[in-house]
């Protein structure tokens, strides 16, 4: 049986549509070299994978994560998308091209991905070992009974009164700041700590939340707990959580820690 010449004359890879258009020709035609080279091209065309064109884009949208960290999806979506592409091309059997488009869209996911991921743990690590003990300390100060010293440190700097002895009669005397002592004396949080035994102890706990305002204020949200006295019966350990501003380094007064709430966890 005489063999079929092929159609690409071994310039261009036999694709499984080009053998079905060698079936589809006349062995006369083809002899005869009256094929025309648009039918060529046809016989020789490879599709792009639209999946890898969109994996390379996800891939550079990847960038917006830095922005917020709800965009952490689109970084996900890319290497998810890569993935997809490079399976389909594989399967195609040469049908498809686009493996290099994918692996691009494959490398930017995944490396601006964890990235993010480690700077995120790395800020969240830093920011509760600079603001957790800060706050133990303002734990401690509610603790002793000096609740004037106590609600101004939840006010933002620059708003401040000098911690001095002049704090006390102030909090006696203005009517404003007299109101404000009374909601700061009714809070749950601070009536377990002002209620708490002297050998009690406050320990910092998980971080739960950071980010970075607008002004370049650094907010966290983080957890304590108020722990009993060893050997001090049915009493059990009280969690809270905390949530503290770190001023930006070129504000008036350069990082320092205010507190914004602080509520008990139940």
């Not at 389909?88 to 091209?97: P, V």
């Not at 603790?143 to 708003?159: D, M, S, W």
């Not at 320990?203 to 108020?226: C, I, K, M, R």
């Amino acid at each position: 049986m005489p063999v079929r010449p092929a159609l690409t004359n071994g310039t261009m890879p036999r694709t499984p549509m080009t053998r079905e258009i060698e079936k589809l020709i006349p062995e006369k035609l083809i002899h005869e070299e009256l094929i025309h080279d648009d039918v060529l091209a046809v016989a020789q065309y490879r599709s792009v994978s639209g999946a890898a064109v969109f994996a390379a884009l996800l891939g550079m949208a990847s960038l917006l994560a830095f922005f917020s960290k709800l965009l952490l999806v689109v970084p996900l979506m890319g290497t998810l998308v890569a993935l997809l592409a490079l399976f389909r091309i594989t399967r195609s059997d040469g049908a498809l091209t686009g493996r290099a488009v994918a692996l691009l869209g494959l490398v930017l996911s995944v490396v601006i991905g964890v990235g993010l991921v480690t700077h995120d743990a790395t800020m969240t690590r830093l920011l509760a070992a600079q603001g957790g003990p800060w706050v133990v300390e303002w734990c401690e100060l509610v603790r002793a009974g000096k609740l004037e010293a106590a609600i101004e440190l939840t006010r933002p700097p620059f708003r401040r009164r000098p911690i001095d002895k002049s704090l006390a009669q102030y909090y006696s005397t203005d009517e404003m700041a007299k109101k404000a002592m009374e909601v700061f004396r009714h809070n749950p949080v601070i009536q377990m700590l002002t209620e708490s035994k002297k050998e009690a102890h406050v320990e910092p706990g998980q971080a739960l939340y950071w980010e970075q305002d607008s002004h370049g204020h650094f907010h966290l949200v983080q957890l304590f707990t108020l722990h009993p006295p060893k050997g001090g019966g049915a009493a059990k350990s009280q969690v809270f959580h905390v949530e503290m501003q770190r001023s930006d380094p070129d504000a008036k007064i350069p990082g320092v820690w205010h507190i914004k709430n602080y509520e008990l966890v139940h």
